[in-house]
């Protein structure tokens, strides 16, 4: 057995580490936003699960007199369409993130007029504090989007080189309509993930308006 090097080990202990963090981050953050009976099990996974769902895929009774050219092509489309769900998802990530960026970006430029005039705008501060508060939470929870993550795809093995005709179509269908199942399983967490992203942003946007209208107006 090889041994791992030192550089290996500390970087390995710092991703474990990174990775515990963040799961307890998104962990709390989805009891927070109202989500309940979320098992640490899928935070950890990035993923839900449903067993029995999958096992109803796994034994799919095609046998008898089916068209399946029409149901292979279904299956096709079905596992397609969660990849698009996916991408739009990852969409909506962007957009966050750069309104994030904005955000950061107004509050560079205010906080010197807070810091510069009378006393009263120092307390105006503590929204501002707030807002950035949201703001890193809302990018920490969205890190997860872009973790390594293992996909259901439908690959090229044994099983179905060993399948012909009839056999082969069913083999497919099967195999498409569990990939799909599972992606799906999958990206309803990271739609999950994207909620509580877009909710602390619009939290952190409600603290820096809030700065802003005590400030202007001397509240």
């Known amino acids: 057995m090889c041994k791992k090097s030192l550089i290996t080990f500390v970087f390995d202990g710092l991703y474990n580490t990174r990775k515990y963090l963040l799961d307890n981050v998104v962990y709390y953050s989805f009891i927070f936003y109202g989500f309940e009976e979320i098992p640490f099990r899928a935070i950890d996974e990035r993923s839900y699960r449903n067993a029995e769902g999958e096992k ?7 046998s008898g007199n089916w068209d399946l050219d029409p149901l292979l092509k279904i299956a096709e489309l079905e596992y397609r369409a969660s990849g698009e769900r996916h991408d739009v998802l990852k ?3 962007r957009e966050i993130r750069l309104f994030c960026a904005l955000i950061i970006g107004v509050i560079g430029l205010l906080v010197p007029k807070f810091l510069v005039g009378d006393n009263h705008a120092y307390w105006v501060l503590i929204p501002v504090v707030v807002s950035v508060l949201f703001v890193c939470l809302s ?4 890190l997860v989007f872009w973790d390594k993550m293992s996909w259901s795809v439908v690959r090229l093995d044994d099983d179905l080189l060993k399948c012909q005709g009839s056999d082969l179509k069913v083999y497919l ?3 498409y309509h569990l990939a799909a199942f599972r992606n799906d399983l999958r990206i309803d967490y ?5 909620k509580v992203a877009r909710f602390y942003f619009m939290l952190a946007f409600a603290a820096l308006a809030f700065a802003l209208i005590t400030s202007i107006f001397k509240i």
């Open 56 to 62: 109803k895929c796994e034994e799919m009774n095609l």
């Open 91 to 93: 969409e909506k990530c």
């Open 190 to 194: 990271l739609a999950d993930v994207v």
């Open 173 to 175: 269908i099967k195999e």
């Open 139 to 142: 990018v920490a929870v969205l």
